[in-house]
């Protein structure tokens, strides 16, 4: 099949004016002008017309299955108060109410260009009842072990008789210990040994809130209030910040993929420049988020200079408006004024398929990539592209996932 349009973006490569992607099967093979590649006899030929084809757009982090929740919570007086709702709403949830907020999940992140998702898995049990996903899923297993009556190794037990049961062709599976303030040490070593003689992929949420850094850095807040409250051990509170904490105790380490890591202190910071770039974790930010909990400024630009991977994600509905990462990306720019609209886009692409060690296979256009391909309308030229992507606020009409085109119906 050979797709056509105006201007192919392929993050890899500059923009191309009057652009054709050749795809067989499941996969690109070869990226042109249009001049330069005709069709063959018989080959379909899809005339985008008016448009920016560019790489599908991958959400980095997203719980799916807290797609009913949006405006459910209305923004806390901090972090704790809103763990403490969520932790009562998901209590009253049916598993219809999750899998019903899963298929909305999907319909919202695919009506904004996104083809592959990592989403968090908290009611992992129910996976298997789902159709074939619709769009290249990631499913990171939330591993808790706080309450006394699970210990780390039935957590771990529980991860891999899931991943045994629930296969299909666009779905693939790694390890989430939910957060230090609710997975022990213990668990995050188990889960990252695990992880690396399964070859599955690790994410944890980190750093999110001041009231973490209060309860690991310092020992108190309303965070450690609460925790301490349910009965948990608080032994590991008062040394250190929860990202050197989990990194001096071996319990994270390189590829993992962070979430948040909104509020750093200086330790992390030189923390970070001891640590050689190749080792470096990924980091997932979340705009919306971001903006709805008041967290302290994301050091973006620090961090890049460090080298570090940095993508985008949107999240929960919980706690941001919208599955769109055009949408997270607008917000990131409005705060971030150095960011080029390249580099936006980097962070929902190239950024993310580097994270989910897919880098030539995802987020990008280029021969032997699986062909996962979004088109946007646009009349200007090759070099206004990139920004005309990140500020259109429409639906995605057109859209394919592993060589087969999608309708707005198909999820
Ligand atoms: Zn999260």
Redesign the pocket.
């Known amino acids: 099949m050979l797709i056509r349009a105006r201007v192919v973006l392929p993050m890899t490569s500059p923009a191309l004016a009057q652009g054709a992607v050749r795809v067989e099967g499941a996969r690109i093979c070869e990226v042109s002008r249009a001049a330069d590649l005709l069709p063959t006899t018989g080959e379909t030929v899809v005339e985008l017309g008016d448009a920016v084809l560019l790489p599908g757009l991958i959400n980095a982090?997203c719980?799916l299955d807290y797609s009913t929740l949006r405006n459910a919570i209305a923004p806390p007086s901090g972090f704790t108060e809103w763990v403490q709702r969520i932790n009562s709403i998901k209590r009253q949830l049916s598993d219809e109410d999750v899998l019903e907020a899963i298929r909305r999940g999907y319909a919202e992140a695919r009506r904004f260009g996104t083809t592959t998702v990592c989403s968090?898995a908290a009611f992992p049990d129910l996976i298997p009842e789902l159709p074939p996903a619709p769009l290249r899923t990631w499913w990171f297993y939330e591993m808790i072990d706080i309450r006394h009556r699970i210990t780390s190794e039935e957590v771990v037990a529980g991860a891999l008789s899931f991943f045994d049961q629930s296969q299909n062709a666009l779905t693939q599976f790694g390890l989430n210990p939910h957060a230090p303030y609710t997975a022990s040490l213990l668990l995050y070593r188990l889960a990252r040994a695990c992880a690396q003689q399964n070859g599955m992929l690790l994410t944890t949420?980190l750093s999110e809130s001041l009231e973490e850094t209060a309860m690991f850095a310092d020992g108190n807040g309303a965070l450690h209030q609460f925790l301490e409250g349910l009965g948990r051990p608080m032994h590991d509170c008062g040394h250190d910040t929860p990202f050197g904490w989990l990194w001096r105790n071996g319990a994270i380490g390189k590829g993992w993929i962070l979430?948040h890591l909104n509020d750093l202190r200086a330790s992390d910071f030189s923390l970070l420049e001891t640590i050689a770039p190749e080792h470096f974790p990924h980091v997932v930010h979340c705009p919306g988020s971001h903006a709805y909990f008041k967290h302290p400024h994301f050091a973006f630009t620090k961090l890049a200079g460090l080298g570090v991977n940095i993508c985008v994600g949107t999240?929960?509905l919980a706690s941001t408006d919208s599955l769109s990462l055009l949408s997270e990306l607008r917000r990131l720019q409005a705060l971030e004024l150095g960011l080029s609209p390249e580099d936006l886009l980097h962070t929902i692409t190239l950024a993310p398929a580097r994270a989910l060690r897919q880098e030539g296979q995802l987020g990008c256009i280029a021969p032997g990539a699986l062909a996962d391909l979004i088109a946007i309308p646009f009349t200007g030229d090759p070099e206004e592209a990139a920004a005309a992507c990140v500020a259109y606020p429409g639906v995605i009409s057109w859209m394919m996932v592993d060589g087969k085109i999608s309708g707005l119906e198909a999820v």
């Open positions: 982090h719980h968090m949420h979430a999240d929960s």
